[in-house]
């Protein structure tokens, strides 16, 4: 275990060692929120407007869910895998006793502990500054099932980006653009951070709901604003769970048959 | 355990897509790949005993470096038997990890952009190695390798002999009991060559660690190897020692003479080849069995006012293994 604190703790330095790189990607999650912010009110601008059952209080609440769900599960470093199997950088991992996903999911933590610390702040400051009338939970059961939701959308996009990130094993080239198309096309449309899940036609909200995209976004501040609650809170944590476990025997199998073709370049 | 590191019919291929050169050359190669297999080891065997420091020989692509990963256990053998401290290296098992390290001159482990003694206080956690231990060894590998007053700076900074060092500094923390090192001198300036060269003496004599060593660098290997494998195009040309490389390829040996007089100049074919004759230095070819006639003769006859009688260059030699290993 100490390994792995320790892992965390030089992650956590390496972080700050690009302080500037930090910072300003911290401003372009803030950017983010305003955008989509102002997109919403501007079309919930009367207080009696209600559209796909959002009105302005929920939509808002909806909006600054994201931004602390967003820091928790899209704050990632997993994609950086594709390029330790490209450049053979892998190797420095694979001679050592440690496990390389365990190293990356305490990278991952880590990564996480310092955006959550960050979109804390930010979230306070948005807060005092926009005055959005804000929607907080108290029932515990949807704390409870919340905090289980954000654990597995943790594990889900952990295992996603690390899964995806293996492609490098077969096509050294393809690195960065499969990151682009996962990460950027398909997590944040699919996954509910652009817009809720359920203003989608029926039948293809249902299509969705069964990849694990919106359980990392969607699934989670749905499940804080009690939208979501008895068998269909049930049912969707148990698809959850059900595509950690999916997600984790693929990777399992496709490392077990990557390592074998494992090149060991730079060399 | 008797042997070390056990190497059997060891095989390794690998697949290559190939790419035309040009834009159209990887449209084609997108479409359909061409796929070409590498021979990198064709049927590669050797032991090595414990406590012994080996260099490996051969031109770029010969299968040195392959043979490293693949017993550091980072390349899954095509066929063949691999056994390293009685331990399959592709388990990856962590008591087998634990005693074996691998530097590849190319290649750094520590992290760039913190200073190099977090990288280490990482691999102390890394590898279980406890505190005491730590801080002994830590202080022996810094001053053996002078980087003491280094340990702070961002490894950014450091110069790439600074930072050669230190990646051996981060790789022997855990005292590996077997030890690959690839390429450890390239790209250095002469001193820090030495530097890293009498460091691996050291350490192989020190803790009778068991050293596996592949350079360019003949320099490298004249200092440090008692016994060298020469391989080349993944098969293994000579395995034994130096003297025997020398005495079995180099038939000859070289006199040097320096004359005080041009006469009689001609009459030196009669002595030995001449390899080069530029007065006042006459360079001679000789048989190694008579060598030392062939000095008496030269002294008695010339006006020689210096001599010296050397062995023709280790890279001749091995340039001539080489040659000869490609007629078979």
Redesign the interface.
Known sequence: M??Y???FK?SF??EF??RLNFILWRVRNVFQILLTYFLWSTVFASPTTEIFGYDREKIITYVFGIMIVRALVLSARAMDVSGDIST??L??Y?????SYFKYWFTRDISSKALNLIFAVFEFLILFLILKPAFFLQTSPIAIFAFLVSIILAILIYFLLLFLISSIPFWAPEIGWGSHFLVTVVVIESLSGSLFPINILPNTLQSIVMATPFPYLIYFPVEVYLGNITGTALVGGLMVAAAWTGVLWFSLNFVWQKG??????L?? | MDCAIIVDSLIKN??VTQKEPGLTGALKSLISPKKKTIHALRGVSFTIQPGELVGFIGPNGAGK?TTL?TL?????PTSGFVEVLDHNPWD?K??F??Q???V?G??N?L?W??PAI??F????????IPTHTYEESLKELTELLDVGKLLKT?VRKLSLGQRMRMELVAALLHKPQVLFL?EPTIGLDLVAQQKVRDFIYDYNRKYGATILLTSHNMDDLTDLARRVIIINEGSILFDGAFEDLVAKFAKEKIIKATLSKEDGIADLEKIGKVKKLMFPEVILSVPRSTVAVAAAELLQNFPVEDLTIEEIPIEDVIRKVFKEGLKK
């Open positions: 100490t390994k604190w320790s892992i030089i330095e390496q060692a690009y053979g950088d190797s420095n694979l001679i050592k006793p440690i390592l074998k073709v494992y090149q060991a730079g060399r | 690998f697949e470096t990963k550091s256990g980072l390349l899954f990856r962590p008591e990890l634990k074996i390290s691998l590849m190319q290649k482990q992290w952009d913190l977090e990288t206080e990482l691999n102390r956690a890394i590898y279980e961002p690839d």
